[in-house]
């Protein structure tokens, strides 16, 4: 697995993502809703992939659009950490690449509109590409 690690503005939630392969190999995909073009968020993920995060406070939970995700936050800065959802006993979710220092070296952004996929549609499909999520070294928060 490749490391590559990032954090919030603050500092306060560590983001260590564990891919298969090197950052540039990977197309980010960049949602159309309003929630994520405002705060120009892409995404970054690979089902055999596996994302740590590491805090000292509890991550802030905000639900947009179809509310079937949850965002991730920064409970002092705000920063959108990573889009996730909890399913089969499995934290699943896709990293904020703001958070990533090595940024520029991901591939041009893909668009993306789940909001043209049906309920089922949308958690079929984050199965596939999302990755795993641990929390302070545990599976659900």
Known sequence: MIVSDGKCKCGNVEATLKLPHPL????PRQCD?????????????????????????NLE????????????????????????????GKLLGALNTNVLPKKATLKSSTLVSPKKLGAKEKV??????????????????
Do not use: M
């Open 24 to 27: 540039n190999e990977y197309s």
């Open 33 to 57: 809703c309003d929630f994520c073009i405002t705060r120009n968020i892409s995404y970054v993920s690979d089902p055999e992939g596996v994302l740590e995060l590491k805090c000292q406070e």
């Open 124 to 141: 079929e499909r984050w199965e596939t590409v999302w990755l795993n999520i641990l929390i302070n070294n545990e599976k659900n928060i």
């Open 61 to 88: 939970v905000q639900k947009q659009g179809s509310e079937q995700a949850n965002f991730l936050t920064c409970p002092n800065c705000k920063t959108v950490i990573a889009a996730s959802i909890n399913l089969k």
